[in-house]
């Protein structure tokens, strides 16, 4: 928890909060590890509280934390060291190790003894971070040293040791995408070559850290660049060009002097803010003790409240123990009770369906067909055009009724039949070989253009069933196309399914017979002079569907077609 609260607080930048909390926490006397853990986040806020004060060129302040941090990480044994890079090397953890930590740490106050003009202790410690910094990844962390020492060595005018370091940091800056360093570099080599008078490179650093400045919004470096250039300027002779550099160097510092009394302004509400919190954390401790005594009263009634609570469930257990066999035998019987019912509802309803269906739907047709029948024999004297119109009729009415009893035994195999699902590797233009010569001659007659198009060849499932669900899908599309219609059947896979689809031209259906076919138990009647359907057919491929573990979706607009689309796991 006390890391928690560390994390939370050094992620709002309120390091003064987590300071207080991990001081609370090494009061605490936890496990070994935790307290590792907590004596390395202790050493870490530090840091960061002499960051804030660097911030603010409060830079013996800064240095005087970074001590107090650089102590702590030094009070690590090798062997925690040791322990913690193996960790770190099983782990490929992201963050910075404890040495990592450290050799930061002494870079700091290098660059806070830089600051302060103690130089020769700020080069001891700069070198000392930059030692360990090479024995580990940190690029970034190298660039930073190399700089400092650059800075180091440029104010005690050794320029080409200088220059050197400053090569080495811009190196490591660019491969680490460290821009802030790369325009820092960028100008220290300007203010080297203007002292040096060499003036081939001048203009190709300004070129290149103008556009890095104004992506980091560096108003400060942007006005020293501008300014190093005016020089640069006046010394080629070009002093138009120097003084305009010059002016717009000014009036950036102008802007930069408006943003620092702001910055003041915020730096004193902050201070206030500071005090504030200092203040609600004493409360908030103080609060806490008084808590923490409460909370031990009550632990003590809690205690005797659970022993009594703990007689009483041993109490009910044991008879509760006593009436759950009875309550188990009672629960099975309702569910036995409740299975049984279940499976008559649904079997008289099927049956209901059935016999619905047969007497409405099989009636008609019987009957035209009976009706057709007798009118040829009643009539001896009918010529040769009209016979053939009775026949072909009496032809067309055959089909609807062997197309329908065809489609109530699947339905009612699929409501009944317990045989169960054999799954294999099906060739899908096998099953259509034996399916498509059952319809032939009403292609033909029709003139009907079939498209096939198997972008997938096999297809894990039941054989029988796939032919049925061709058989039933496909002879629907025959019925339902107009003459010179299309019907096209092709095959592709999306995500972990496999998609059969086949799409005609024909009259279509509408959304609310879509919806009973797909969700309700009720078939729909579709009657018209052309074509009549009760849509059991389609009930049957659905159900057939739902016990392949796949998915059925209907696509369809009256009068231009319909998409029966299949999705197979």
Known sequence: MVIIYWELYTYEDNYIRALVNLKEAKKIGTNSSDSEKIKDKYGCTLYYIGDLYFQKKDYQIALDYYKRSYDIFNSFTETDLAREDLYFTLTSFAFTTIREDKAYTMYSIGRSYLELNTMDTARIYLNKSLTVAKKTTHNRLEARIYYALARLEHKNQNLDLSKNFSGKSLVLSKSSNLNEYVIYNYLLQMEIDLVNGDYNNIEGYYNKTIPLVMQMGMKSELAKAKQLYAVYSNQIGNSNLAFQMLEEANSIREELNDDEVARKFGQQESEMKYQQNVYDLEL?????????????????????????????????????????????????????????????????????????????DLKNPIKEFDSGVKHLISNQTIDKDN??????????????????????????????????????????????????PLYQQMIDEKEIKIRINLSVQTLDTDANILQIILRNIIHNSIKFTLNEGTISIKTDTEDDFTILQIADTGIGIRKDQVEAILTDKHFYHSQTDLFKSTGVGLRAVKDYIDQLGGNLFIESTPGNGTIVTIYFP
């Not at 006593?322 to 279940?342: H, P, R, V, Y």
Request: no cysteine; glycine share 2%.
């Open 284 to 360: 908030e401790s103080m609060k806490a003790k008084e808590e923490e005594k409460r909370v031990t009263t009550q632990l003590y009634f809690s205690i005797a409240i659970l022993f009594l609570i703990l007689l009483m469930a041993i109490l009910i257990y044991i008879n509760s123990r006593k009436n759950k066999k009875l309550s188990e035998e009672l629960g099975k019987i309702n569910k036995q009770l409740e299975s049984a019912n279940t499976q008559l509802v649904e079997l008289n309803d099927t049956k209901t369906k059935l016999f619905r269906i047969i007497s409405h």
């Open 387 to 436: 016979l053939n119109k009775y026949l072909t009729n009496l032809s067309k009415s055959a089909s609807n009724i062997q197309g329908l009893l065809y489609s109530l035994l699947n339905w009612a195999e699929s409501q009944f039949s317990d045989r169960p699902i054999v799954k294999t590797e099906v060739d899908i233009n096998d099953i259509l070989q034996k399916v498509m």
